[in-house]
């Protein structure tokens, strides 16, 4: 090995070191009660052996819109333990509509392409979709049979997963979006947190402590 090449593996080898030194200080931070909190009672999972990272959120809520790259980002790059699982939150009435949506596209198998799309459509586009016929015509100009949208969103199975959705909103003692409950346990939020990316990095440190607590 030449000298130069040993002195830059020498310089990656002392910036990884830094970077981890400043992840573990930074996770040695996290406060119970403080930067995140233990739900009073721990609820079900739906990811088996893998840590389950349930993001609460609704398409209407900008903080949710903003935190999507984050999520994106990280989903890339999570550790191989952890699963990410969506939950449209039912906190209103007014959010059953949007709730609903999100279980529509999933029944028509088209909730990857049309996720962030009606993210966009509310969010950029200042389309805020809040009644049926707005949904409709947002999903036929995107190629989906008028007749198919509507057996899809009246469904029964939609109809099921939409109570369910309301039901663990409140079993998620979450009292606002975007939320992160990590193992059915611990519930973080970007505010509780200091902000998005130091939330994804409460989430990590969330997964390897329930993943040690298993």
Known sequence: MTKRLLTRTLMRLALAAIVMAAVTARAAEFTPGVHYFTLKEPQAVQTGSQVEVLELFWYGCPHCYDLEPYLEKWVKTKSENAEYVRL???LRRSWALHARAFYTFEALNVLDKLHRDFFDEIHKRKNRIQNTEQLESFVVQRGIDKEQ???AYNSFAV???LRNAQLMSARYEANGVPAIVVDGKYRATASSAGGFQELMQ???HLVEKAAAER
């Open 88 to 90: 449209p939150a039912v």
């Open 149 to 151: 949208f509507y057996e």
């Open 159 to 161: 109809d099921s997963k």
């Open 202 to 204: 409460l989430v990590n």
